[in-house]
């Protein structure tokens, strides 16, 4: 038990000294002195590097959270929101909205993240679908339909970004490899409201994820009800996992 918090502290003290470099350290080294000697500290750090920072820490939380609910969901180390198919949805949701439809936002939300949201559902409705062909959960036949599933969309990607001109081309590359130039304090505050209805979601079948980690008789021994539980702990991150600004 100590050697786990040990652990965790140390990873903790290695993400507050990266989050704090990433505020104070930008394209030179050099600057540090210059944005603190001049009046640009406001302007420069708690409006454009600080929400960036938290963005990313916000992002990075979303995908650490839904990959632990699957890992124990699925009691499979490799299950992730990659493994099942919800990344490569979501990212087959943008490439068509930047190929297709002109920029535009709607109540503080990119209709990039609403369509990196309708193609996560999408594919998880088609894992899901597949995989309840079964009279019995099977969590390796699911990871595998996801795993299917995340190639077909990775060809759709492809295609798209053939027969799309070349400058959506390159959009469409900047955002599969992740991005925050663009945050401002308006994406930081949904993707914040985001994360913490997702984590409450997901924190109220807290004791249900435990004993459904312990296999099928320990849970339904306990009085879980295994396939709402397991609906609801699969759709609900894969959902916050599809809107999150770093798919």
Partial sequence: MSMNYRKISLLLLVLAV????????????????????????DDIILKIRLPRAVTALI?????????????????????????????????????????????????????????????????????????????????????????????????LILLVQYITDQANAVRITRWTMGSIDLTGTGQL???TLIFITGFAVIYGFRNDLNLLSLGEEISVSRGVETDRSRRSLFLNPSALSGSSPLI
Avoid: E, H
């Fill in 18 to 41: 990266s989050f704090t470099l990433n505020i104070v350290i930008g394209s030179d080294i050099s600057s540090i002195g210059k944005i603190f000697s001049s009046g640009l500290m």
């Fill in 59 to 155: 992002a990075g939380g979303t995908f650490a959270l839904c990959g632990a609910v699957f890992q124990s969901l699925f009691r499979n180390p490799i299950a992730s929101p990659f493994t099942l198919g919800t990344a490569g949805g979501a990212s087959f949701g943008v490439t068509l909205y930047i190929s297709f439809f002109s920029a535009a936002s709607f109540g503080g939300i990119t209709l990039t993240t609403v369509s990196a949201f309708a193609g996560a559902l999408l594919s998880v409705a088609i894992v899901y679908a597949v995989s309840s062909g079964k009279r019995s959960f099977n969590p390796n036949t699911m990871i595998l339909s996801g795993v299917v599933i995340n190639f077909f969309f990775s060809g």
């Fill in 189 to 191: 505050t949904v993707a």
